[in-house]
């Protein structure tokens, strides 16, 4: 192209971009697969026996740069002890008007007492309810995150809603490809490695590949699902299109 | 009566109670469909670019959106209505409807279609046709300069106040390039009036005025129709990264209503007034078909004012706002300078052969000395620079002056 011409690059841009599809998503009505590793609500998690895994150190909330955590331990009662450890978590409170989701609590419990769910949905409409107590943040008898009721809860949020990374981990290290790096969690278990430097990667252990497809418009060619290119891809997108009957029957 | 139907041929056999209800329905269905239009415009504007930009654009109200623009009216006129304590009261509250009023105007001389016959009246489909015809156009475009200057002062605001004095130096310095061009259609026509601008280029495409007299008007005319419409990327007057809102900051409810409602006629006016002076207005190929014949020429002025109206949202996504030195270098001393130019030869040539080329040579020559004269005033130093000179060599205080100082101090 000649370079008097290169002014009508943004004309030509502006106009391509009108047949590609929106990268916005009507949120109340589609709601956009999470990133693997989104931080979101905290969790208490247990042991399980059904013991609490906190252990009252507030080393969390010395490490919260936000200052939104505060925890208070208590000598665990001997006849009936709340965690395995000598003290437990009495009261545990994070303020989420002040929480920035940077994770650090998470980092510095010992016990993997405090991680962090996807969800973000926080509705509140006085400052007292932004404070979440143990009553909000314990996980339930199955090891999930409570279901609060103010939450958007879907089909196939629950299974990859738990399990951490810590945020030094040599994730990017081609020697840790195929190594499980997630904590495992009570409820949805250890979940499968993520993907290193090489193109081996099982998207759908992982969770990530409801993400690459609502991404795969705006992906570049080489980050493209193998299970979305070429003719397998519109073999699978026809697919998806109309299930077959043997399923239907199934049901 | 004369005098009227010499105007309109609508007024030929008098004027009887038929003739003032044609008139009236007219003016009716004009300002009906313009209102329309500008809703329509607004939810165009805004859907389009946010499609170029990979959004939804408005999808809540109505069929793809389409009511926004409605609900949005709605909501500004049950707002607030504040008026700044520094305001003065009067101009404030007058400042929108001259912005407005003016773009309403303008559109009452643009030919829609063709002409109609109604019981034995012919009827031409545009709101009036007044002999100075395009001046109409020229002189809203003035007073629409009012519109924003005077809601800029008279808000009583700092920020407005220097986005209408941006606003009125800009549309000032656009207006005499836009003139220049309009001169030089008014030559080529031998007439003011839009009916007979129309009418001059209804034999094809070969006739139309942005092919005979060459593209450079055209160009010319687009870029200072943008840059009267203050719309991107000659948007100074709205840069909201340097002056909040720009001239209608202090605006709020109905009255910023007004001024959006007036902005956004303003880009079909001129879409439609740029259809007409180059691209024929409603001429356009016209099957044969009985009693419907009408419909057609006003589908070729919609479709070449939507293109017009897409080309300005277009604008918009695609470039990048000017500084405000380079939109006056632009205005002053490329596009006056190429319109006069343009203007001299086109005239030239209206003339004989001999005059039109030696018009160019006039031109070629005034261009060199043009290019000369900006190739030296750019080395000039201008600002602060001019009168004090440069740091290092800035007289500094003697010694003895240091000396006395220091000791004072001491």
């Known amino acids: 192209m000649p370079r008097v011409l290169n002014f009508f690059g943004g004309f030509n841009l502006t106009l391509r971009h009108i047949a590609r599809p ?40 010395g490490v919260c740069p936000a200052d939104c955590i505060y925890v208070r331990g208590l000598d665990n009662p001997p006849d009936h002890p709340v965690s395995p450890g000598e003290r437990y978590g009495y009261v545990y409170e994070i303020n989420y008007l002040r929480c920035i989701h940077c994770d650090l609590c998470v980092e510095a419990c010992p016990t993997q007492a405090i991680t962090e769910s996807k969800m973000f949905e926080f509705s509140f ?120 009957k043997k399923k239907v029957v199934k049901k | ?31 009906a469909s ?20 990979s959004r939804i654009g408005p999808q809540r109200w109505g069929p793809f959106g389409l009511l926004q623009t409605l609900a949005d009216g709605i909501k500004l006129f049950f707002k607030e209505d504040l008026i700044p304590a520094e305001a003065d009261r009067f101009v404030f509250k007058l400042a929108p409807y001259l912005s407005l009023v003016p773009a309403l105007i303008t559109f009452s001389i643009v030919p829609v279609g063709g002409t109609l016959h109604i019981a034995g009246h012919a009827v031409q489909l545009q709101i009036a046709n007044p002999p100075m015809g395009i001046l ?8 629409s300069v009012y519109g924003v200057m005077l809601a800029g002062w008279a808000s009583g605001s700092k920020y407005p106040l220097i986005s209408s004095v941006r606003a009125s130096a800009q549309m000032i310095s656009y207006e005499a390039a836009l003139g220049m061009t309009i001169v030089t259609i008014i030559l080529a026509t031998g007439s003011l009036s ?53 001239f209608n900051t202090e605006y709020s409810s109905i009255r910023f209503a007004l001024f959006y409602l007036a902005e956004f006629m303003n880009t079909i006016t001129m879409s439609a007034i740029l259809v007409t002076l180059f691209f024929g207005g409603p001429a356009g190929y016209v099957p044969p078909v009985p009693h419907f014949a009408w419909v057609f020429p006003i589908i070729w002025f919609l479709g070449k004012t939507v293109a017009f109206a897409f080309a300005y949202i277009w604008f918009r996504a695609a470039l990048p706002r000017f500084r405000y030195d380079q939109l006056m270098d632009l205005g002053w001393k490329r596009l006056i300078p190429l319109s006069l130019g343009w203007m001299l030869i086109v005239a030239g040539f209206l003339v004989n052969r001999w005059w039109g080329i030696s018009m160019i040579v006039t031109v070629v020559i005034g261009w060199f000395v043009l290019t000369r004269a900006y190739a030296l005033g750019a080395d000039r130093t201008t600002g602060a620079e001019s009168v004090l000179p440069e740091v290092g060599r800035r007289p500094t205080p003697s010694r003895l002056y240091r000396q006395r100082t220091s000791k004072g101090e001491k």
């Open chain 1, 125 to 244: 409409t006085n400052r007292s309810d932004a404070i979440y107590t143990k009553k909000e943040l314990v996980v339930d008898d199955a090891g999930f995150p409570q279901r609060l009721p103010w939450e958007d809860w879907r089909e196939g949020e629950a299974a990859m809603t738990g399990g951490w990374m810590r945020a030094t981990s040599p994730a990017g290290d081609a020697r840790y490809e195929g190594e499980i790096q997630w904590t495992a969690d009570l409820g949805a278990g250890l979940r499968a490695a993520e993907g290193g430097q090489s193109e081996n990667r099982n998207d759908e252990a992982t969770g990530s590949k409801l993400l690459r497809r609502a991404f795969a418009k705006h992906i570049l060619p080489e980050d493209m699902p193998l299970d979305m290119v070429g003719l397998r891809g519109k073999i699978n997108e026809l697919k998806a299109k109309r299930p077959s």
């Open chain 1, 22 to 61: 929106a990268v916005t998503v009507s949120y109340p009505q589609a709601k956009r697969p999470k990133q693997p590793r989104q931080h979101g609500r905290h969790v208490l998690n247990r042991y399980e026996d059904g013991m609490e895994k906190c252990i009252g150190c507030e080393l969390c909330a």
């Open chain 2, 194 to 246: 839009t009916h007979d601008i129309v009418t001059s280029q209804a034999h094809g495409v070969w006739h139309w005025n942005l092919i005979r007299l060459g593209i450079v008007p055209f160009v010319v005319f687009l870029i200072a129709i943008t840059a009267e419409l203050n719309r991107p990327p000659f948007d100074v007057v709205e840069a909201e990264t340097e002056l909040v809102g720009g």
């Open chain 2, 34 to 53: 313009i209102m329309g239009a500008v809703t329509l415009m607004i939810w165009f504007e805004r859907k389009a670019i946010s499609k170029m930009q």
């Open chain 2, 1 to 31: 009566m004369n005098w009227l139907a010499s105007v309109d041929p609508l007024y030929a056999h008098g004027t009887t109670g038929v003739v003032i209800l044609i008139a009236v329905i007219k003016l009716v269905v004009g300002f």
């Open chain 2, 136 to 143: 109409v156009m020229l002189a809203m475009s003035g007073i």
